[in-house]
């Protein structure tokens, strides 16, 4: 045979598993506990091989007979249906499980350390056989590309800084190049956890390069034909962030109870209204991160709800931890004002939200008073707000609660000036808190320390002058 033909068959052929990987890829997973069992019998019920790995034989021998280990909905059925049509199999083996199968899904366990952290021994063990698994099938197979993903809770940077350089120490191969790295963090919830992959609230995957990213996409494609593609370390974050949403959720569930049992009021009856309001309780309403809440209702309500607890004897940590935390992020913002050693600031934006002229309990007026005590100029412009505001009427509602206008209720009209330009004049330093395109225009143009505590450019490339207080 010549060698050009030879050569367009080695093509041909390579193209062809190219192809069979992106589009049926055999799976080995590690870790057969709740995250690893589900997804075995899911991905077979998908088409997939997949093959099992565990180091606990008891494990390994319930999955390759077909039966669950653990006690799950449906569970079972799946497990014996993959096993009988030949699809599921299971081994101690991880090294000869990765040489067997082109994707390999982490869901070893990831405890806390003794000092708080995260446990990864579980992950680099699991990462030094994966990478002397590939180092054989890159040996032994023409396309060896492979894609490790992992699914546990890690901290973020541990896929890219702790897996990847393990597996590549142990391979000689490199990331990118020889075998892809995806972070997918399961959203399954125990009890109905083969259902939650079925039909998931979103699929994220993280992506060391784009062939990497195809292939898992393809994988999840019958449940999700639009999964969420960014940065590795964002996908580990959102894993993080979300757990703790729902722990935050439970605990603010859990206060109202205590709240209102020695009210007499009915918990649930409050919550089930709560929860009919999708516009913005429950909703992506509030929760970008940007600078303090204020206004004539949220720090007046939480002091409330906090002085009936207390007099009622209920002890509410989370609710009277929100205070807490909202003064520290106004002290943040003062903090980053100070690390300008700006002697005259600008503040663009004084009511607590734009398109009003309310100050009551504006947290930029806190931020205004603590540097003016330190004897730093402040010049003022708000879109909505003149020295003619009726501020007076404003500060006798806000008396007993709201430090930062008492203290500057008299002086802030002198403050004021009629254009956002004349107030970047001779300033040192911007604090930007409404989002404004005539403010965004100023920042860009100006070269001057910025305090973004709205951002104002949202994703396009970061300005060098620009500090945002959450990004």
Known sequence: MADGTYE???????AIAFRVIEEKPAVSIVGLGYVGAVSAACLSDLGHRVVGVDLDRTKVDAIASGRSPIHEHELGDLLSQGVSEGRISAQEDLIAAVRDTDVTFVSVGTPTAPDGGCDDRYIRSAARAIGEGLAQKKAHTANAYHVVVLRCSIP????????????????GLLCGQDFGVCFNPEFLREGVAVDDFRKPPKTVIGASDQRAARIVARIFEPVDAAPILCEIETAETVKYVDNVWHAVKVTFGNEVGRLCKPLGVDSHKVMDIFCKDTKLNLSPYYLKPGFA???????KEVRAVRHIAESHGVDLPMIKGAMSSNEAHVAEAIRMVRDTGAKRVAVLGLAFKPGTDDL????????????????????????????????ASQLSYVAHGAPGLSALAEELPGLLVERPEHAIDGADAIIVTHNHG?????????FKPTIDLVRLFGNEVALPHVDGIGW
Do not use: F, W
């Open 438 to 446: 005539r403010y965004r225009e100023i920042v860009k143009a100006s």
């Open 156 to 171: 973020p940077g541990t896929t890219m800084g702790v897996m990847v350089p393990e597996i590549e120490a142990a391979s």
């Open 8 to 14: 367009l068959l080695n093509r041909a052929a390579q």
């Open 360 to 391: 009551r309990e504006s947290p930029i007026l806190d931020v205004i008073a603590a540097l003016r005590a330190e004897g730093v100029e402040i010049a003022a412009h708000d879109m909505s707000i003149t020295p003619d505001t009726p501020i």
């Open 293 to 299: 809440y204020g206004g004539s209702c949220l720090p």
